[in-house]
C-alpha cells in the first residue's frame, strides 16, 4: 500500500466515523426536534409534517453512506461518497435556513458562507477518500 492509499483509508475511516455518528445523532430526541425546525417550511410540508421523516431519512442516509465508505470495494465505496455528497447538497437548505435564525438556532447556526465553504471542503475529502 503507498502513502497516498493509506491516507486514503485514514480519511475514509475518519468521515466514516464521522458520518455515521452525525446519522445516529438524528435519532437523539432534542438533536432530532432541532433538525426537524431547521428543515425550511415548503420541505417540511404542510404541519411539519414531513420533517420527521426527512430527518429519519437524512440519518439513515448518513449511516449508510459512512459504512459504505468502509466497504472493501471500490464501487460501493464510490457509490457511497458520491451519495454523501449529494446528501451534503440536499440538507443545505435546512442549514440555510438555521443561519438565518441563530437566536433560535443557537451554535448549529453557523453563518451561511463558512457552513457551505465547509460543505464544499467536507465533499472534497469525501471525493479524495473515495477515487
Known amino acids: 500500500m503507498d502513502a497516498f492509499a493509506l491516507a486514503q483509508l485514514v480519511l475514509r475511516i475518519l468521515l ?16 432530532r426536534r432541532t433538525m426537524g425546525a431547521m428543515i425550511p ?3 417540511a410540508g404542510p404541519d411539519r409534517r414531513w420533517a420527521p421523516t ?10 449508510l453512506g459512512g ?5 472493501p ?6 457509490a457511497a461518497g458520491l451519495a454523501l455528497i449529494a446528501l ?14 441563530p437566536e433560535r438556532f ?3 447556526a453557523v453563518p451561511l458562507v463558512p457552513r457551505a465553504i465547509g460543505q464544499l471542503v467536507l465533499g472534497l475529502l469525501i471525493l479524495v477518500s473515495v477515487i
Not at 426527512?54 to 449511516?63: D, H, K, P, R, Y
Not at 470495494?73 to 464510490?78: K, N, S
Request: charged share 10%; aromatic share 10%; hydrophobic share 65%.
Open 16 to 31: 466514516a466515523v464521522v458520518f455515521i455518528g452525525m446519522g445516529a445523532a438524528h435519532f437523539v430526541p432534542r438533536v
Open 41 to 43: 417550511a415548503g420541505l
Open 54 to 63: 426527512l430527518v429519519t431519512v437524512s440519518g439513515v442516509a448518513e449511516i
Open 67 to 71: 459504512l459504505g465508505l468502509l466497504a
Open 73 to 78: 470495494w471500490w464501487g460501493v465505496r464510490f
Open 88 to 101: 451534503l447538497i440536499l440538507v443545505f437548505p435546512a442549514n440555510a435556513q438555521a443561519a438565518k435564525e
Open 106 to 108: 443557537g451554535a448549529v
